[in-house]
């Protein structure tokens, strides 16, 4: 990103919010799910356990829970039904918290959620646009060829619309995640207080994307007009 100020001149001023939102963000994530790795839940379950835990009460039994390689790398697949965790044997906040947020998308995709289904489907869409974008946008500015310009700035919104849809997914998913874990009686209330507090800190990181991607989008729209 560092010279796109030098192209983008004074338009590139629109971003600065965002750019700050996202440092704090990424510093707020890591910052937090470090402090509550280190604090273990009193009833000593796993991260492994409370997953297969929400999922058996939502009567899930197709999923599959498998270790993912790197930290802060869980996810769920709803392609192949596997849940995957980067600590799936530790019985910290941090991790119980994702866990429990991860086994909230099992259960979106099983109740065919709407904005899960949507954000599914828009994903091959949204790849293609991210990347087809900016050469798009910059091939029409340097060529003088508006159609390309206007094909770029489309390609780009699908992918705003992307990180747009994918916040109520994350937020639905952190909100069942909440109801499920109190409802297992495995964490007390003390405790369910510091995971909202990890899903907060990790819903940043969404926020401050969908913020990103629209006022870059906001970015391409000023320079276009200006050209």
Not at 76 to 92: E, Q
Not at 186 to 206: D, P, R
């Amino acid at each position: 990103m560092g010279f796109m100020p030098f192209i983008f001149g004074p338009s590139f001023l629109i971003l600065v919010p965002a750019i700050i939102l996202a440092a704090y963000a990424q510093w707020k994530v890591r910052s937090t799910y470090a402090r509550y790795a280190q604090v273990n839940v009193e009833s000593r379950v796993s991260a492994r356990a409370i997953a297969e835990r929400i999922l058996s009460g939502a009567m899930i039994s197709d999923v599959q829970i498998e270790p993912s390689q790197r930290q802060l790398s869980d996810h769920y697949d709803p392609r192949k039904k596997v849940l995957r965790l980067s600590a799936p044997d530790s019985t910290s906040i941090a991790a119980i918290g994702v866990a429990a947020h991860e086994a909230g998308h099992a259960i979106q995709h099983a109740q065919g959620y709407g904005p899960l289904t949507l954000r599914t489907a828009v994903v091959p869409v949204a790849n293609f646009g991210s990347s087809l974008a900016f050469p798009l946008f910059f091939i029409g500015l340097f060529a003088q060829m508006p159609a390309l310009v206007t094909a770029g700035i489309i390609a780009f919104s699908a992918a705003v619309f992307f990180t747009l849809v994918t916040l109520p997914v994350e937020f639905d998913a952190s909100r069942r995640a909440i109801a499920a874990l109190r409802d297992s009686t495995l964490v007390t209330e003390s405790e369910l207080g510091n995971v909202k507090q990890v899903l907060f800190a990790a819903a940043l990181t969404y926020v401050a994307a969908a913020a990103m991607a629209a006022l870059q989008l906001l970015m391409l729209l000023s320079v276009s007009r200006r050209r």
